[in-house]
């Protein structure tokens, strides 16, 4: 028996430290709750059966502080709100600041230009956005950015078990669902294609639910593409078929296989699952900063010696509209003792269309990460090859990432629609627990060599964390997936492309 080698990094699933405090930022900050690897699941309501109606979202009064009121004369037609940003009382560097050097790169010279046509700063936002997935340079475009070799380490590098565990669930979920003949098995950023293939070998032998998955992955690298491909083993089908999309064939399980860009153009109309994995971490978030004169958004801007430095945006910026609502769902008392506090617009939008998905064609969610269960302060954090570097230092040379603000995310879930029922957040240890990953450790490590049983059981404390994974407690008749026939009996395996 052959077993594929796992590359470990422990400092790498620790809980993420702070990133160290940026020189020039504008005042002292405090420190963010603890995070934690969590997960929160979203699935149809069981006690609806139609599909979500459009809903109107809340109107709210907009202002800088978290607890400004407005009232308007109910007798008048509301007015469309308009925003404006003040950029008079910015610093404005002289004019060859802007212009970018024969030593900056072209993701650089691309940013600086991009200030330089605004007039003025860009927001934390959509400088992290440009840094990690512009088309010519962004940092995820163009290289393997995943494994020890790599800026970091996630859970499907560290064991096979892992992405079987994922699979497990998946198989729950399309059970529940009635077994459907067609599903869209949708993974977003799905990096080297690790879980996926796990996921795939795992199921291997439950014929009946291969046959009824479409694999869709929502990439934007061509390099992460083409490393995908060959980790799913995939292969051309039949160049007769009319259907584009099984021209693609993993020949793991014989699933068909297609990549997109974004969410959106993932066809719909058949149940959808949909796993994202330390996806939500990459989003892009505004960061505001608590002055006397209100919350003001942190924007970045360019020094007379031409490097890139944090600045506050003087009046409001349209942000702020996304603040407002974040703090409706947080404790006025938690939102006192903060200084510093991010929002992340991208991971309410891409929540609310995966919930609509969701309650159209039916299925579930399952979002892995690392987060906090409150509001998020001063989490945005720079790791190249392992290590935390400064943020506008070399920004295309080092991986962004900032703690889940899970509860912004199970908010606007249930903001979005009432038809889908959102679970969590939990912990990854607890969830790896209940579907049974103590009972498959035990079953790889009674045929494998000693060398075997110890990359085993290292990854198994790396994805669980500090003692055993929680247990099945329910009834035996309730026992998950993973112990049924078949599924134990599967040999830890080797594959180079891993």
Known sequence: MEMRDLPVLASELKPRLNNAEESGEACHHSSPPP????????????????????????????????????????????QPATISVDRSGLYNPKEHSHEGTEKDSLLVRHLKSIIKFRGGPISVAE???????????GFYINRDVFGAEGDFITSPEVSQ?????????????????????????????PGRGTLMADL?????????FNESLHIRLVECSPTLKSIQRKNLKCVDGDSNTENADTETISSIAGTPVS????????????????????????????????????WCEKMVDIAEDSSFRFILSPSPTPANLFLIRRFKWAAKEEVAKLDQIEVCLS????????????????????????????????????????KFVQILNDPDSADLSAYVDFASI????????????????????????????????????QNCTDEQAESLQVGYWQLVGEGEAPSWEGPDDKVPMVHGNGFGEQEARHSSSF
Request: net charge negative; glycine share 8%; charged share 15%.
């Open 161 to 189: 078990m892992f992405g079987e565990m994922i699979g497990v669930w998946a198989m729950c979920l399309w059970e529940q669902m009635g077994q459907p003949t067609k599903v869209n098995l949708v993974e977003l950023g």
């Open 259 to 294: 990549w997109h860009p974004v969410l959106d153009e993932v066809p719909s109309g058949v149940p959808t699952i949909i796993i994202t994995h330390e996806f939500f971490d990459a989003l892009p978030v505004h960061q505001f900063q608590r002055t006397s004169s209100g």
């Open 347 to 386: 991971a309410m939008k891409l929540t609310e269309s995966i919930v609509k998905r969701i309650g159209s064609d039916g299925g579930g969610a399952l979002v892995i990460d690392y987060g906090v269960k409150g509001l998020a302060s001063h989490t945005l954090q720079a790791i190249r090859k392992h």
């Open 410 to 445: 199970r908010h606007s879930a249930e903001h979005a629609s009432d038809h889908v029922a959102v679970h969590g957040p939990i912990t990854q240890s607890q969830f790896l627990g209940s579907l049974g990953i103590n009972f498959r450790i035990e079953v790889l490590l």
């Open 127 to 137: 400088y992290r956005e440009e840094v990690l997935t512009n088309p010519k340079a």
């Open 35 to 78: 995070p934690f690897l969590g997960l929160i699941i979203i699935s149809l309501n069981p006690s609806r059966f139609t599909s979500s109606s459009p809903q109107t979202p809340p109107t709210s009064s907009f202002g800088v502080s978290a607890d400004e009121n407005t009232t308007s004369d109910p007798h008048t037609p509301p």
């Open 200 to 208: 795939l070998w795992g199921t291997s032998k439950f014929s009946k």
